[in-house]
């Protein structure tokens, strides 16, 4: 069976060589994972297989689900020591990037400029209202 014929690009025309795309991203991906597996073997032989944040414990049938966060979310430093890793589970790693960002775009809004603090939705306003009224 002939190998099919790569798309054309519509900006310009030339045909997309999807065998190097193919090549660089499979690089690029067993960069990442020897990278990770360094690091992430270094701080499961340290760290005991708990959650630092929710305390959820891990065994080898769950240990997929059991991440290493950088602390200072900078994922080239990895010192020997684990002094900038944490193990945390999949949710809470995933809360910690989440807050971590919003930490981000509130700082970013601007020196002398404050992140409004105050909450606009209010779910249980008018509820005394209507306890009273006994409707």
């Not at 900006?11 to 690091?39: F, M, P, S, W």
């Not at 979310?73 to 790693?93: Q, V």
């Not at 002398?112 to 105050?118: C, D, F, L, T, V």
Request: hydrophobic content about 25%.
């Amino acid at each position: 069976m002939s190998k099919p014929t790569p798309p054309d690009r519509p900006q310009t025309g030339k045909t997309i060589d999807t065998d190097r795309l193919d090549r660089v991203v499979v690089a690029a991906r067993r960069a990442r994972d020897e990278r990770e597996q360094g690091y992430r073997e270094q701080a499961l032989k340290l760290y005991p297989w708990v959650c630092g944040r929710c305390g959820r414990t891990f065994n080898h049938a769950n240990l997929r689900e059991l991440t290493v966060h950088h602390r200072d979310h900078n994922h080239d430093n990895n010192p020997s020591d684990g002094s900038n890793w944490e193990l945390l589970c999949l949710y809470c790693h995933d809360n910690e990037h989440q807050r971590y960002e919003e930490h981000i775009a509130a700082s970013s809004k601007g020196a002398g400029q404050e992140a409004s603090s105050h909450t606009t939705h209010r779910p249980f306003e008018g509820l005394e209202a209507l306890l009273k009224s006994g409707k």
